[in-house]
Structure formats: structure tokens, C-alpha cells
């Protein structure tokens, strides 16, 4: 007789246990959205940018009939070439304990050898992409004023596209979490500039998403050339995740209006970044020529640009990795996302990517050569 209440009891004591379970769960997912969603960053139109670093030594024109340029995704000194980003591996609910972020050693590294491409590898400017001002996954590392020291005698500008007071990924591991970002796009320039601005992207994920995601924008700076004509720079940085194509579609339409504003107006215009995408009529499994069987990844059209428009890189250098786990050389697939947009009163004399074996950053860098048409 007493088997039966007992038993009773005992589901009644589980039942309830679950139901608080739930109820808890429940409400810390709740807060994290509302939080998310009240602290959610949302920047709009263009903004002009003041220099971060002022240089007294940059010339206030283009004199020289040539002009370089590299760029590079670093990562934010967190995947270099033994590093790995949790997320790529779809850990999005929990992740092994102590890989949500490499340790400080590691970021340290990964930004002292970026700075020493920075002072090794001559260029007119340099674009730079997932640059941390302050964040908890590159222990807050000012990787911003690292860049400045340096090129000192270059003229830094700096826009936001990543500012989250907290990623609340992975999901379950909320004493782990990504945390605190604040990061974007640097421009660093040998040469003073005529105007800066942040130009905000349209296209954004649906909302929960949102929250948690990068704000897209470009960096646009105008310079002055000793003939007249200005020369018009972008730095941007695409949406990654997007797996229909259809938010990346939407910054590639405003890029396109933007640049052919500019060259309408008689101005030299280069885009350099990452683009999250191929570039047109690129043959992806050049750089992977035993992969059989693939989703390719997304191109952009032939047709995109009008006639006489081009695109400059290196095809025999990857720029990015697989960076799901640790670079060994074999087993990572690679791609090619970084590269150049050139209007046609530029001529491309050489553009190269630097093959560093993926060892400070998940991205390599690439650089170009332009000659002005007059």
C-alpha cells in the first residue's frame, strides 16, 4: 500500500523539478533577449570620421603616379594558424570548455606578428578588417593602437561595425560567454585625408539574430592627387553567415552605387576588404583539387560592374581557411574572399597575395599595385 504513494511522490517531485527547469531556462533565455534587444546597437546613414591618429608628415597630395594597397582580415588576433573559432564548428548551444576564446598568449602573438606584416610589407595603405578596440575574446587587446604604433607616421581612421555588450554565445555556457565586443574597419594612410565616413550597409538578419550580429558598413576616405583628381578608397567587410545570399546581395547594391557615383564624378575609386564571396569566374577548386564533391561558394556575377570595371587578386593564393579547427596545410579547405574593386582609369600593374601559412589570422593578406590613367 505505501509502493504506490511513494512512487506518486517521487513523479511529483520530478515533474515539478522539470517544470522550474523549464521555467528557469525559459526566463534566462528571456533576459538575454531583452537585454540583447535593449542594448542593441543600431547605427544609420553616414557618418563623418575624424583621424584616431593624426600624422604631420603625410603630404596633402598624390603625387606619385602609382599607388599600393593591402588588406587583411585579422581575425581579431583570435585564429591564427593554431586557433579555431567555436561557431564555425557549429557549436552554437555549447562548446568544449575553454575554446571559446584562445588564450592571451596566443591573441598577443597572433597581433604582434600582425603588426610586424603591418612594418615588414611597404604600401600606401593598408585596409585592415575584425579589429578589436576592446573585447573579451581577444582579452581586450587595443589591437587599434598597435596598428598606429606601428605606422606612426600614418594618418589612422577607424569605424565601428561590431559593438555588442554581450554575445551570449555559446548558449549554455553563460559563465563563457563570446562577451563584450567592440571592434571594426582601420584605414591607415601615408597620405592625408580629404574626407573620412562611415557609410552604413543596408540588409540585416531577423531579429533574434540581429542582436548579436556585426552592423556593416564601408569606410570610404577621398585623397587628393597633384593632378586634380581624387582618389576614392573603401574598406569594407561583407556579411558572412548569410546563407541565402540575400543580405550580402543588398551591400554589394549599395557598394555598386556608391563607387559609380564616385567614378561619375571623375574620381579614381578602388574597393578593398573582405568580401565573403568569390570574385567573378574564380576556380575554386584550383585551391582545393581534391575536393570532389562541394556547395560552392557564392560568386559575384560577371555582369556586376559595367564594362571596363575590374577585379584584382592573386589566384594562386588563398586568403582564407577553414578555420573550424587548428591550419594543418592538409585537411582545411581554402578560398579566395579578399581582393579588389578597380575602376577603369586605374591600371592594375600586380596584385599578389602574401602567403604567410595562415599564422596570424584565419585571412591572408593582399595587396595590389594601381597606376593612374590620366
Known sequence: ML????YLCGMERFWKMLKWSLLALVGYVLIILLYGTFTDW???GTEE?????ESTTAPELIQDSVVSLLSWNVGYGGIGAEDF???NKGDF?????????????RVEANVAGQTGVLTA?????YLYQEVDTAARRSHYTNQLAAAIDAKPAYEAHYAPNFQSQRVPLPIFQPWDHYGYVHGGLISLARYRTKLAERIQLPGEFPWPTKLFQLDRCALRQVFSTAWGKDLVVYNVHLSAYDKGGNIRRQQMDKVRELVLKDYEAGAYVVVGGDWNQLPPGFNWFSLNPTVQSVELPKAIAHDFMPPGWKWAYDPGTATVRESDKPFDGHTNRLSLIDFFLVSPNLRIMEARGIDNGFTYSDHQPVTVKLMFLR
Open 3 to 6: 509502493l504506490r504513494p511513494l
Open 42 to 44: 543600431q547605427p544609420t
Open 49 to 53: 570620421l575624424s583621424p584616431v591618429h
Open 85 to 87: 573559432f567555436f561557431y
Open 93 to 105: 548551444f555549447w562548446t568544449e570548455l575553454g575554446t571559446v576564446r584562445m588564450s592571451r598568449e
Open 121 to 125: 610589407i611597404p604600401s600606401d595603405l
